[in-house]
């Protein structure tokens, strides 16, 4: 891998809340370095206002965010992907579009915060805690010495940060 500026697609299945946080806080850390996108297997056509809250409590844009379909990152014209993260149990068991740059892969798997019930403090809590699992994630992806690693190292690498 080399310093270019590498293009990473979080993947569930509505692309509403993990995979759209996922997104936002790696374009925010990340920026120079890399690219984040999201998608999901079955859009749910509109992000969750709780994930665009904690995104905001963050002090993390989420201008651009919108839900959409991974068939926009499988075709001509797609962005050639380095790197694709399963944030869903449901999308990393479904079958995949063939990746356009062979990415590396792996899951990341968390509870989806918006399946939380009770008030709305709590419901709250659910998404700050969802996104702060995946910044920390993000955060020991950032600190890998990308350029050094060859692809099956960076590869268990990126799913070890999934076990955490």
Do not use: Y
């Not at 809340?17 to 999901?40: D, M, P, T, V």
């Not at 399963?86 to 990746?99: F, K, L, S």
């Not at 969802?130 to 990308?146: E, G, H, Q």
Request: charged fraction near 20%; include cysteine.
């Amino acid at each position: 891998m080399s310093d270019r500026i590498h293009h990473v697609l979080f993947v569930c299945t509505g692309n509403s809340a993990r995979s759209i946080l996922a997104e936002a806080l790696l374009n925010h850390s990340g920026a120079g370095r890399f690219i984040a996108h999201s998608a999901g297997s079955q859009p749910a056509g509109a992000v969750q206002p709780l994930a665009l809250a904690t995104l905001a409590e963050l002090g993390v844009s989420a201008a651009g965010l919108r839900s959409k379909s991974w068939r926009e990152f499988a075709g001509p014209g797609a962005p050639e992907l380095d790197f694709v993260f399963t944030v869903c149990d449901n999308a990393a068991g479904e079958a995949c579009p063939v990746w356009p740059g062979q990415p590396v892969t792996a899951h990341w798997g968390v509870a989806d915060p918006s399946h939380v019930e009770g008030d709305e403090a709590h419901r709250r809590r659910a998404f700050m805690d969802t996104a702060l699992t995946l910044k920390r994630r993000i955060d020991l992806m950032l600190a890998l010495p990308i350029a050094s690693l060859d692809a099956l190292s960076m590869h268990q690498a990126v799913r070890d940060i999934g076990q955490h």
